[in-house]
């Protein structure tokens, strides 16, 4: 679906745009997530591979540093746009204005022709990047990470709708980008079908996932006590912001529906839920306690706050199985991460979730959100350990086909095509678009 690197020009600088959350920003709440790790690991592996990265992110705080330099050949700049607090993703669009300045004078104070390309990572900062691109004279490389056509389609019950603004505002910056990242093949096909993206402009990266971190132990009883969870615990986990979209409650119905109906697996069942309340989960952000105590499980269910990536390896390594029930996922990070650990995935049939999870090999896949679903597929597993081992060692070694240097080096040949690209467009003194 897109050009497969025959150019060698490489950017030797890259603007990458992240407006609406910081790389540093710890995962697992408020608006940090997958894309906070993506934009954070393919930059250190970009440098390694000699291409400077400075990423703009918005400042949600006074007392953050102007800039922060995270590696040898990467640096965040933190952008005053809008109030540093109180302000939602929804009322961001406000502040672009205020946001695209700032980046254009940061450009304007080095020398002509500082940024040799612009990497926009969400809608937001693709609206950024549109107008730096025309500015500057460089192409626009853009990874949507998420389509707001794609999460209305799969709409969590009760959940709120993406506004028209944004659908407007993604197919504007598919429109004008000069290449666009997809994390699958199945998003490739919705920017193109959806999104009337131009094939040739597409290119498929999968994300990747740190493979010292995320790894495996011989004996789990370390993790388990690091963690805090008795040695003959059936673990259930949950690991993500606590929304919604991302499904939570799917996971607390199914334990409560195990603990009803298996009683020789409930007095072990443990559900541990590592994450903090986001988007519109923060209108109750009590409500999965609140559930678990309505349905009788309370003393089954943990909530633990986001966790460092070590901690998390910890919490993957303890668990039996994670549980990943999103109605929508782009890729899905945490399923990955699981997986590198030996721990296999429950996942829901969506989005990049059906890539990251090899159905019956690394773990399952469910077609639906119907709780009693759930619980069967979970009980299937919890009561087969020597299935789980198989999965688990399968696990590990799909995961080993994803790194972030893959994904860096697919990024290359991305920006090398969309830089090769610009500047035929420039010599013929047309755009094709």
Same mark, same amino acid.
């Given at each position: 679906? +897109?050009?497969?690197?025959?150019? #060698? ?21 408020? $608006? ?5 790790? @993506? ?11 000699? !291409? ?62 500082? @940024?040799?390309?612009?990497? +926009?990572? *969400? ?14 004279? !460089? ?28 659908? !407007? ?16 093949? =199945? ?7 959806? *999104? ?11 994300? &990747? ?20 969870v008795a040695q003959d615990a059936l673990v259930l986990l949950f690991v993500g912001r606590l929304q919604p979209l991302k499904a939570p409650d799917v996971l607390i119905r199914a334990a409560a529906r195990i603990v009803e109906t298996q009683p020789s697996l409930a007095a072990r069942l443990q559900?541990?839920?590592? &994450?903090?309340?986001?988007?519109? &989960? ?11 105590? /309505? %349905? &009788? ?18 919490? *993957? ?15 899905? %990070? ?14 829901? /049939?969506?989005?990049? %979730? ?16 119907? +709780? ?11 009561? $087969? ?17 994803? #790194?972030?240097?893959?994904? =860096?080096?697919?990024?290359? !040949?991305?920006?090398? /095509? ?16």
């Amino acid at each position: 679906m +897109s050009r497969t690197g025959r150019h #060698s020009a490489l950017p030797r600088r890259v603007a990458t745009l992240s407006v609406h959350t910081s790389p540093l920003e710890q995962p697992g709440g408020g $608006d940090a997530g997958g894309m906070n790790v @993506y934009v954070l690991e393919t930059a250190k592996r970009l440098a390694e591979s000699n !291409v400077e990265v400075e990423i703009f992110t918005r400042a949600t705080s006074s007392e953050l540093p102007r800039i922060v330099e995270v590696a040898p050949g990467v640096t965040v700049r933190h952008v005053t746009a809008g109030p540093f607090e109180g302000l939602s993703k929804q009322d961001l669009p406000a502040q672009l204005c205020a946001f695209t300045a700032t980046v254009l004078r940061a450009e304007a104070q080095q020398e002509p022709g500082w @940024y040799d390309l612009i990497h +926009s990572h *969400y809608w937001l900062s693709g609206q950024v990047g549109w107008l730096a691109r025309d500015r500057w004279g !460089v192409p626009l490389v853009h990874t949507a990470h998420t389509l707001a056509k794609a999460k209305n389609e799969l709409l969590a019950e009760g959940d709120t709708p993406e506004p028209y603004a944004r659908i !407007v505002g993604e197919e504007q910056v598919v429109a004008e980008a000069d290449g666009l990242i997809a994390n699958t093949e =199945a998003e490739a096909r919705q920017l193109v079908d959806w *999104y009337g993206a131009d094939p040739e402009r597409v290119q498929v990266v999968p994300p &990747g996932v740190d493979l010292e971190v995320f790894s495996p132990v011989a004996d789990r009883s370390a993790a388990r006590d690091r963690v805090g969870v008795a040695q003959d615990a059936l673990v259930l986990l949950f690991v993500g912001r606590l929304q919604p979209l991302k499904a939570p409650d799917v996971l607390i119905r199914a334990a409560a529906r195990i603990v009803e109906t298996q009683p020789s697996l409930a007095a072990r069942l443990q559900v541990l839920v590592v &994450g903090a309340p986001s988007g519109t &989960g923060l209108a109750d952000p009590d409500a999965l306690q609140k559930l678990a105590a /309505d %349905l &009788g499980i309370a003393g089954h269910v943990r909530f633990d706050p986001p966790a460092s990536r070590e901690l998390l390896a910890d919490f *993957y390594r303890a668990a039996d199985l994670t549980v990943v029930p999103s109605y929508n996922e782009s890729f899905g %990070l945490v399923a990955l991460e699981s997986q590198a650990c030996a721990t296999p995935v429950i996942a829901a /049939d969506v989005g990049g %979730l059906s890539t990251a999870v090899r159905d019956g090999e690394t773990g399952l896949l469910v077609d639906n959100h119907r +709780s009693a679903d759930w619980a069967d597929r979970i009980t299937d597993l919890l009561r $087969d350990s020597g299935r789980r081992a198989e999965f688990g060692r399968a696990a590990r070694a799909h995961a080993q086909g994803f #790194s972030w240097r893959h994904t =860096a080096n697919g990024l290359l !040949v991305a920006y090398s /095509d969309a830089i090769a690209g610009f500047g035929s467009l420039l010599a013929t003194g047309s755009d094709d678009r």
